[in-house]
Nanobody
Framework: QVQLVESGGGSVQAGGSLRLSCLAS????????MGWFRQAPGKEREFVGG????????DYADSAKGRFTISRDNAKNTVYLQMNSLKPEDTAAYYC?????????????????WGQGTQVTVSS
């Protein structure tokens, strides 16, 4: 089992920044690709981006490209989501997820372990 705990959510005005963290425990963190997803009220959970287990490659959804940055510190068992130039449409609960293996998946079904989520609210 992998336990994931997100932190860093909050309320921010449009154009602002937030950095989310996801601390993992329970298994060897460096064996897992990590993904970030978000879910707005009434909408399906969607892929934001992900990072390979080795940390050498990152993939982003089009909505995140150029504004969001994902990184990981395998020594600290932590993955980060730096969000800049936030927009009201970024308002959602953000979740990190773990997938055993090297490669990032873009589907919710690709991930076996999930955090509880952290809320991000962006006001205009």
């Amino acid at each position: 089992q992998v336990q994931l705990v997100e932190s860093g959510g909050g309320s921010v005005q449009a154009g602002g920044s937030l950095r989310l963290s996801c601390l993992a425990s329970g298994r060897t963190f460096s064996n897992y690709a990590m993904g970030w997803f978000r879910q707005a009220p009434g909408k399906e959970r969607e892929f934001v981006g992900g990072i390979r287990s080795t940390g050498d490659m990152v993939d982003y959804a089009d909505s995140a490209k150029g504004r969001f940055t994902i990184s990981r510190d395998n020594a600290k068992n932590t993955v980060y989501l730096q969000m800049n130039s936030l927009k009201p449409e970024d308002t959602a609960a953000y979740y990190c997820a773990a997938r055993l293996g090297l490669w990032v998946g873009k589907s919710v079904d690709d991930y076996g372990f999930w955090g509880q989520g952290t809320q991000v609210t962006v006001s205009s």
